[in-house]
């Protein structure tokens, strides 16, 4: 029976290495991907403000050209309101040039609190930019850490499988099962060794009697606390 036990306690060691690789392996694309979305999440914004400022550009030059024919039309109407000898069509002439000026005096005022804005797009976007592109180098340096790492792992998990497969073999069947159903109950470790008296998964305090047959190894103790195998730490 102690060589069994001593079995358990290298198989129970070989799954929490297992589960710790496995975890890993299954973080590293999460990982990835969060750090990814945060990039794409800035790119998104960046795109947003080159839209606003091109859609702000091509307002400001539409009232340019708005301004520009206002004014012409003035001074055209002011050529022309010297030739004219009906009053009221000069009087009709006059109001049209003044509403023109009016316009042209206008389109330029919001051509230029557009364009105030403008500006202050260009600089925030000028930032992002600078923070996005190094944003992009570290995600690119971080992604081709991880991917390395990710490989590294995944052929390591496959050789600590590989060890407890040799490791579950060497096990009587009735002992195999009841480890893998201990495991599968408790989900990370199905052997815990005494620690100060006590069994090292829940802290439950062994009755002496208990104590001696753990040290004893003559058979399987399991814990009346968690359920788990219960071994002595010096085996
Ligand atoms: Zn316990």
């Given amino acids: 029976m102690e060589s069994q036990i001593r079995i358990l306690v290298e198989l129970s060691e070989a799954d929490r290495e297992c589960h710790r690789v496995r975890d890993r392996v299954q973080n590293i694309p999460r990982e990835l991907a969060r750090h990814e979305s945060e990039v794409k999440l800035k790119r998104a914004t960046l795109d947003d403000l080159e839209r606003r400022l091109e859609d702000s550009q091509r307002e400001r030059r539409a009232l340019e ?69 190094q944003e992009e180098k570290r995600f690119a340096e971080v992604k081709a850490r991880l991917d390395g790492e990710l490989g590294e792992r995944r052929e390591a998990l496959q050789g600590r499988e590989a060890h407890r497969v040799a490791l579950v073999a060497k096990l009587e069947p009735p002992i195999r099962k009841r480890y893998e159903r201990i495991l599968e109950n408790k989900g990370d470790l199905a052997v815990a060794s005494v620690e100060n008296g006590s069994c090292g998964g829940c802290y439950y305090q062994l009755p002496p009697q208990r104590l001696h047959e753990v040290k004893k190894a003559a058979s399987l103790v399991v814990c009346e606390g968690c359920g788990r195998i219960v071994v002595w730490s010096q085996l």
């Fill in 65 to 133: 050209r708005d301004s520009d024919l206002a004014k012409a039309r003035r001074r055209e109407l002011e050529a022309q309101q010297f030739r004219v000898k009906n009053t009221t069509e000069y009087q009709a002439m006059s109001r049209e040039a003044e509403e023109m000026r009016r316009r042209s005096a206008e389109y330029e005022d919001r051509g230029l609190v557009i364009l105030q804005e403008e500006e202050q797009l260009t600089a925030e976007a000028a930032k992002l930019r600078d923070l996005l592109t």
